[in-house]
T-cell receptor
Framework: GAVVSQHPSRVICKSGTSVKIECRSLDFQATTMFWYRQFPKKSLMLMATSNEGSKATYEQGVEKDKFLINHASLTLSTLTVTSAHPEDSSFYIC?????????FGPGTRLTVT | EDKVVQSPLSLVVHEGDTVTLNCSYEVTNFRSLLWYKQEKKAPTFLFMLTSSGIEKKSGRLSSILDKKELFSILNITATQTGDSAVYLCAVEARTSGTYKYIFGTGTRLKVLA
């Protein structure tokens, strides 16, 4: 079946640095990918919709200059957390798929110290 | 504002019990409702519902959608400890050729042996 991968699975960085998370669709082309953030014991919060070849659509309250999204190809979207702070520590999950089903990546746990 | 609400927030049952999880929604341009099971990492797909009144079934799990009353239920019969997880409901909303998924708060189910 369709698989979505994320890299890295876990990252620890210092406050003020930037971190890039990759989301890849492994056996299908994804013109649209979604980025979610999940706090402990909370549901998924949609951050943005990543569109191949165009600008991402951000949800209200999500800073586009802080969470940079680049969807450069039909199989790759990246989320860059710029100038990370401890409050950015979270579980970030991407998803991609068709109108019928969304496949989720395994997630990236970001810890900012 | 689009909204998806799940109830109960948490539930503790014993093995063999039957549980019913609820998901209600207020979403512009509803397209489908999806149920996911989330254990330690990313959610896994359970069902997608688009039509009212048609039950979808997979083993001990079943789900149905009521588009008039704007809700869905997920039933799990003869629960097992392996059913312990967070169950997420998501609604697909489509607007002008784009689509996104709005997640509910989730129901945390714990099944005791």
């Amino acid at each position: 079946g369709a698989v979505v991968s994320q890299h890295p699975s876990r990252v620890i960085c210092k406050s003020g640095t930037s971190v890039k998370i990759e989301c890849r669709s492994l056996d299908f082309q994804a013109t649209t990918m979604f980025w979610y953030r999940q706090f402990p014991k909370k549901s998924l919060m949609l951050m943005a919709t990543s569109n191949e070849g165009s600008k991402a659509t951000y949800e209200q309250g999500v800073e586009k200059d802080k969470f940079l999204i680049n969807h450069a190809s039909l199989t790759l979207s990246t989320l860059t957390v710029t100038s990370a702070h401890p409050e950015d520590s979270s579980f970030y999950i991407c998803s991609a798929g068709s109108a019928y089903e969304q496949y989720f990546g395994p997630g990236t746990r970001l810890t900012v110290t | 504002e689009d909204k998806v609400v799940q109830s109960p927030l948490s539930l503790v049952v014993h093995e063999g019990d039957t549980v019913t999880l609820n998901c209600s929604y207020e979403v512009t341009n509803f397209r489908s409702l999806l149920w996911y099971k989330q254990e330690k990492k990313a959610p896994t797909f359970l069902f997608m519902l688009t039509s009212s009144g048609i039950e979808k079934k997979s083993g001990r799990l079943s789900s149905i959608l009521d588009k008039k009353e704007l809700f869905s239920i997920l039933n799990i019969t003869a629960t097992q400890t392996g059913d312990s997880a967070v169950y997420l409901c998501a609604v697909e909303a489509r607007t002008s050729g784009t689509y996104k998924y709005i997640f509910g708060t989730g129901t945390r189910l714990k099944v005791l042996a």
